[in-house]
């Protein structure tokens, strides 16, 4: 077709095209011809200004921009029309019934674990412990001999480890799968200076042989507290508040006297049996003790702080590994610990 070599008759020619463009596919190669930024008709048009005698530019290059404004606002309108026709054509096809209520989105929730995890921290956060985080996987100098559990201490037949393979090697240069999150006393030891009061939460590993509250995999708490005069008394109150924010007032309560080679004296505690209220002694869950135990504890051994620097005689600390999944099955009456990770939707989505 001959190039028509008015703005009259480009514009002619242009809503003649527009006119016959009938769907969404027909506006977009008519935009493109038209309006393409690289090489759109007017585009071409616009840039050919510079070529033509100097007198005519400025009339040609205002009656380029005038049409292409033109165009632009006729391709408007005519996007109007043909949507508004698609919509028809599909709502009375029944493509599209806009009666029918939408379909839910489904919803992710956070795990049970997780949200135990955040209520554990913020009620210690609330008692003052600042969060800090170590390594999942760490040097058995950490895991082991800085806690007072050397090579042939009996205490590490109480967490058979994950050791990575290509590490071994001399012997407080192996590393493992953290079996808890006690090195972290040391990491914090190693960097800060009293008054310390600091949470650690993180996964840990150990080779268990799981049952209803034993997993290979689980969450624990750190905590830390190094200053002068902290008592044991001081340990078990914050313990006490830890208990009430997550359990409430009626929940029982009970400190066992325990041992770990990193503390002196060492505790347990435990929470009632919330399956048989302590009076089965088939309970698959507390195996007939009535109670379920959520954390070990006790006041940092002296030569732990020593060995950081710190005098014995002027500070004395507390620490405690609290067992996230434990306190997960006690809060919602959950019979087995295993169920938190058989990735079963239907159960965590109670949560
Ligand atoms: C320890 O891990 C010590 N590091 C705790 C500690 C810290 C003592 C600071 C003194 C001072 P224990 O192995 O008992 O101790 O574990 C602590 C808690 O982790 C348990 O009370 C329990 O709540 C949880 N836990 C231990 N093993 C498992 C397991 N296999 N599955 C789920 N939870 C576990």
């Known amino acids: 077709m001959a190039q028509p070599t008015t703005t009259d008759a480009l514009r002619q020619q242009a809503l003649e095209s527009l006119a016959a463009a009938a769907d969404q596919s027909a506006l977009d190669t008519w935009r493109a011809e038209w309006l393409g930024r ?10 050919s200004v510079k070529d033509r005698p100097p007198e005519q530019r400025a009339e040609f290059g205002q009656a380029a921009n005038r049409l292409k404004g033109e ?32 379909r839910p989105q489904r919803r992710g929730r956070l795990h049970p674990v997780t949200q135990t995890m955040r209520d554990c921290v913020s009620a210690f956060a ?88 034993h997993e290979w995999m689980l969450t624990q708490i750190e905590g830390l507290a190094v200053d002068e005069g902290v008592r044991l008394s001081d340990l078990k109150g914050t313990l006490y508040e830890f208990a009430r924010c997550l359990f409430g007032e009626e929940r029982r309560i009970i400190f066992h006297h325990s041992y770990f080679p990193f503390v002196e004296p060492g ?44 005098d014995s005689e002027k500070y004395t600390g507390f620490a405690f590994g609290l067992g996230i999944e434990r306190v997960a099955l006690l809060r919602w009456g959950i019979e087995d610990i295993r169920r938190f990770y058989q990735n079963d939707l239907a159960f965590l989505s109670q949560f």
């Open 267 to 310: 505790i347990e505690m435990a929470i009632d049996c919330f399956i048989c209220r302590g009076s089965g002694a088939e309970c698959g869950t507390c195996h007939g003790t009535g109670w379920i135990e959520i954390l070990g504890g006790g006041m940092v051994h002296p030569e732990i702080l020593e060995n950081m620097g710190y």
């Open 126 to 213: 609330d008692m003052g412990f600042r969060v800090v985080e170590g390594p999942e996987v760490e040097w058995s100098r950490y895991n082991f001999d800085l806690v007072r559990i050397p090579e042939d201490h009996p205490a590490r037949d109480m967490w058979d480890t994950i050791w990575m393979e290509s590490s071994r090697g001399e012997d407080d240069r192996q590393m493992l799968l953290r079996t808890h999150t006690s090195p972290n006393q040391i990491r914090v030891m190693e960097r800060m200076q009293p008054p310390i009061r600091v949470i650690v939460p993180g996964k840990c590993y150990r080779q268990e042989a799981t049952d209803a509250t």
């Open 71 to 102: 165009l632009e606002a006729a391709l408007a309108e005519r996007e109007d029309v043909v949507n508004a026709r698609e919509f028809a054509r599909l709502s009375t096809e029944g493509a599209i019934d806009v009666t029918l209520p939408g």
């Open 38 to 47: 690289s090489d759109g008709r007017i585009t071409t048009m616009l840039r």
